[in-house]
């Protein structure tokens, strides 16, 4: 589509090729696809077309699809039903009826028309007798989705997992199929409901395309030659899932808290729970453990955003994806699937594949950039490198999916998550080493490798290994301290501190906090420019007692540039 099909007169958004909807349709009809499925009857039919009776189910009159539109943009000149008929197609307008035509073996073209307009209603028409239309459109929220009756999708329009599933059937029949398949699905529902906020449609509509991911990967089990791959082209609305909740109302989070006086206070942005916003909270599904959380949804805005955006494949060439994918791989493996033609890759920086090791066991580095996702990443790179470029991050050679819940919320915690991935098991938020509180009888915990109150640093220290603990901020923060120290309450640093540099045995300890290992009333290198002195009860100057242990006591980038190979370094100390 182009500006050349845009109609003489239009105005608005109808100016854009985008949308000439009653074009495109005519395209798609007579582009020779064997199987269309969608909604927008309304883009198929002239003005004043009474619906067929087929249709009956989500629309019954002529004037109701007036109602809608008369645009030439969105209103065709001629029937493209007729049309279809003509080219040989079954069309079909509820779920019942395209059930009927799977199960006739003889059809091998259908066109599903499964709604007026959208089969989800994330715009809705409401009967008002003052407008001439006899209605007037509201958005689809929950609120008004739930006043006036109407549900997320229409009724009788199948899920896009069932339109699949019904169009691979009747492709499976085709004598073209055995010289391979294209599918194009898309869940629009997640984007339009994501748009306006709507939390409740959006997990419907999410739901729906998880649903069709099965129908897929079940495909690929019959058939192995098959790709199935997954995009999206921007996130909708920046949605985030906050827990844990009260089961009574999902309230309000604060949305930038400057705290800069001459800027207005913090905006109480609303979550939504399960009829919008300011209600009962959504509830998982149990996990495994038993755990049930209540939880709402926040949004960044109505927006399209950039980043956050997963791209997965599974099947015949899933591997060729390169971890961070440019939108332009999707056509590449698609191309090479249908065609085995490799196509070059775009003049990007590439990642390499994942390095041949020349051992079986070796070195780990594991980095920790506390409360980071994608998006912070992408904004990073936009930044530093443009939209072509590529940050460090970008050129590792494998990526996954993270899933970060513990056993008692979905949203992973510094210490909970610095035990987990120090031990490699779940568990409680507020764990810092421990399975339970003490006065709870906690124990400590207990490895994926089995020894109890060993982290996997620690079990490599005792292997022979040399270690390295390295922060930057206090040595007590948990994504790295979890692999060193255990305490009841990740709010003692001084003990955090105190095992740290005591008991770790590590090679390099890098890190701020010299107030947390000096004894009050010594100031230390930075605390007497400050005025401040050390926060220590016990007596202990752990600087003192880290120098006797052979330690070499570091301040400064200058005195980094000395360290020798083999030195042992506590390195970094600021204040805090």
């Given at each position: 589509m ?7 007169g ?26 269309i ?16 009776a ?24 001629i ?10 197609y079954t069309?079909?307008y ?6 009927a ?6 059809v ?7 709604a007026?307009?959208?089969t989800f209603?994330?715009n ?12 007037r459109?509201?958005t689809?929220?929950?609120?008004n ?9 229409v009724?009788?329009a ?5 339109m ?17 398949s294209?599918t194009?699905?898309?869940e ?5 409901f ?5 939390a409740a ?15 897929a ?6 058939y192995?030659?098959t790709?199935?791959i997954?995009?999206?082209?921007s ?13 009574d109302?999902v309230g309000?989070?604060?949305?930038n808290?400057?705290?800069?006086s ?6 109480a ?5 399960q009829?919008g ?14 755990l049930?959380?209540n939880?709402g949804?926040a ?10 955006i997963?791209t997965?494949a599974?099947?015949?060439n899933a591997?060729?994806l390169?971890?961070?994918?440019d ?13 085995g ?15 041949v090791a020349?051992?079986?066991t ?8 506390d ?9 990073a ?8 470029g590529?940050?460090n991050?970008?050129?590792?050679s494998n ?15 510094s ?9 490699g ?7 810092y080493?421990?399975d339970?509180?003490?006065?709870e009888?906690?124990e ?6 089995g020894?109890q109150?060993v ?14 603990v ?9 994504g ?19 095992q ?5 045995d590590?090679q ?9 290992l ?5 100031a230390?290198r930075?605390g ?11 007596g ?6 880290a120098q006797?242990r052979?330690?070499?006591?570091i ?10 190979p ?5 390195g970094?100390v600021?204040?805090?």
């Amino acid at each position: 589509m182009g500006y050349d099909d845009v109609p003489a007169g239009v105005s608005g958004f109808d100016v854009f090729p985008r949308a000439q909807f009653a074009e495109i349709t005519r395209q798609v009809v007579e582009s020779g696809i064997d199987v269309i499925l969608g909604g927008g009857l309304v883009n198929y039919l002239p003005v004043g077309t009474e619906p067929p009776a087929g249709a009956s189910a989500y629309v019954q009159t002529a004037a109701q699809l007036d109602g809608i539109s008369t645009s030439a943009s969105q209103r065709p000149s001629i029937n493209l039903i007729e049309l279809a008929q003509s080219k040989g197609y079954t069309v079909v307008y509820t779920e019942e009826q395209l059930n009927a035509a799977v199960a006739d073996p003889t059809v091998t073209k259908v066109l599903g028309v499964f709604a007026s307009e959208d089969t989800f209603n994330d715009n809705l028409r409401v009967a008002d007798s003052s407008t001439a239309s006899g209605f007037r459109n509201v958005t689809g929220v929950e609120e008004n989705l739930i006043a006036n009756g109407a549900p997320n999708y229409v009724p009788s329009a199948p899920t896009v997992g069932e339109m699949l599933a019904a169009a691979q059937t009747i492709m499976e029949r085709n004598p073209k199929f055995a010289n391979g398949s294209l599918t194009v699905l898309e869940e629009e529902g997640t984007d339009n409901f994501g748009n306006i906020n709507n939390a409740a449609g959006m997990l419907d509509g999410v739901r729906r395309t998880d649903e069709a991911i099965g129908v897929a990967l079940e495909f690929a089990e019959t058939y192995e030659n098959t790709l199935v791959i997954t995009a999206a082209d921007s996130e909708a609305g920046g949605l985030q899932v906050r827990d844990p909740l009260s089961e009574d109302n999902v309230g309000t989070i604060n949305a930038n808290p400057t705290g800069v006086s001459t800027l207005p206070p913090a905006l109480a942005n609303p979550l939504d729970g399960q009829a919008g916003a300011g209600t009962t909270p959504f509830v998982s599904a149990p996990a495994d453990n038993g755990l049930v959380s209540n939880f709402g949804i926040a949004w960044a805005g109505t927006p399209d955003f950039a980043g956050n955006i997963v791209t997965k494949a599974h099947g015949l060439n899933a591997d060729q994806l390169p971890a961070t994918v440019d939108n332009t791989d999707i056509y590449r493996v698609m191309y090479e699937t249908l065609f085995g033609v490799e196509l070059p890759d775009r003049p990007v920086p590439q990642a390499p594949e994942t390095p041949v090791a020349s051992e079986s066991t070796g070195n780990v580095i594991f980095i920790h950039p506390d409360g980071h996702s994608p998006s912070m990443f992408s904004a990073a790179r936009f930044v530093a490198e443009g939209p072509d470029g590529r940050l460090n991050w970008d050129m590792m050679s494998n990526s996954g999916v993270y899933l970060g819940h513990l056993t008692d919320q979905l949203t992973g915690s510094s210490d909970g998550s610095g035990v987990v991935h120090a031990f490699g098991v779940k568990n409680w938020g507020d764990s810092y080493g421990f399975d339970d509180a003490l006065e709870e009888g906690g124990e400590p915990v207990i490895s994926a490798s089995g020894k109890q109150g060993v982290s996997i640093m620690e079990e490599a220290r005792d292997a022979g290994k040399a270690i390295a603990v390295i922060n930057s901020g206090q040595l007590g923060e948990p994504g790295s301290g979890a692999f060193l120290a255990e305490v009841d309450d990740r709010g003692d640093v001084n003990e955090i501190a105190r095992q740290l540099i005591l008991e770790s045995d590590a090679q390099v300890i890098m890190g701020g906090g010299e107030r947390w290992l000096l004894p009050t009333g010594e100031a230390g290198r930075f605390g007497e420019a400050l005025g401040q002195t050390g926060a220590r009860t016990d007596g202990l100057n752990l600087i003192e007692e880290a120098q006797a242990r052979g330690y070499r006591v570091i301040y400064t980038q200058e005195e980094l540039a000395t360290v020798q190979p083999g030195e042992k370094i506590l390195g970094g100390v600021c204040l805090d």
